[in-house]
């Protein structure tokens, strides 16, 4: 129950409404939402301090055009006066290093080697074996950040050995979503194979999952846990993650029939994870 008694469903609805409002804002030249996604944005800041990718967006957008100088200075003065507050309380207490997230290194679960293998490598056949990322499952699944995110995306990292013995199906279903799943990937090299050519607020949304992602690398050097490498880390990003997904695969509607394809494939996604649902509920 623990892992439900937290802020992560406030900062995922906090994250929700300030990109919108900031990307609203933006095209409106910050003349309308702008007291909007001002407030949005502070207070998820407030809720969790991992999301300064978020209050990078907004004060980059900001730095575009000369125009908008009344705005940087009330975007400062709440800066200086409120979200400064947040980050001394955090490095006050310490005072030898600062800290985007406080955590511990856990039991059988210490990262020994962070090389290029652990961040670069995809073991996909050895998840499709598991059925899910557990954090004292397979080493190959476990042991490698994209393999472990992709799985902890998809299930969480939890063991569901015992739904398994339960129902048998269950495995099945995980495995089938696991490869239809790979439709995702496809939309996020899509996306950025695309950047290149989409508009300036595109390619800040894009520096926001980036910077994100930098900070879990970050994270994870620090304490380095199997645990703290869970996809559960970019909840400040879900939404936005989300988004690109998709715009990276309208990217690939070249014809009706590809359409159709990635439109069946995400709703036989759905439709497994409703019934995946069902089987661990009932």
Known sequence: MSARVNNDVLVLALSTVSIYYI???????FKRYFPIALTFTTLLFLTKISTASIELLFFGLLLLNRDYKTQRYIFAIVGVFILSLTLWHLYHPLMEKFYFVNSAKFPKQTIENLNSEYLFSFNFLELLKQGFSHVFGADEVRFSLPTYQFGTMLFGEFDYRYFVQKEPNIIILMRSIIILSTIYIIGLLSYIASIYRENIVQKFLFGVFLI????????IVDYPSVCNSDFRYFVGSFTLIG????????????????????????????????????????
């Open 212 to 219: 994100n992602l930098l900070l879990i690398v970050k994270f």
């Open 243 to 282: 988004y690109i997904f998709a715009k990276g695969l309208t990217e690939l509607f070249f014809n009706r029939y590809i359409r159709y394809f990635i439109l069946g494939v995400v709703s036989s996604i759905s439709i497994l994870e409703i019934l995946f649902i069902l089987y661990i509920t009932i």
């Open 23 to 29: 990307v609203k804002s933006y095209l409106n030249h």
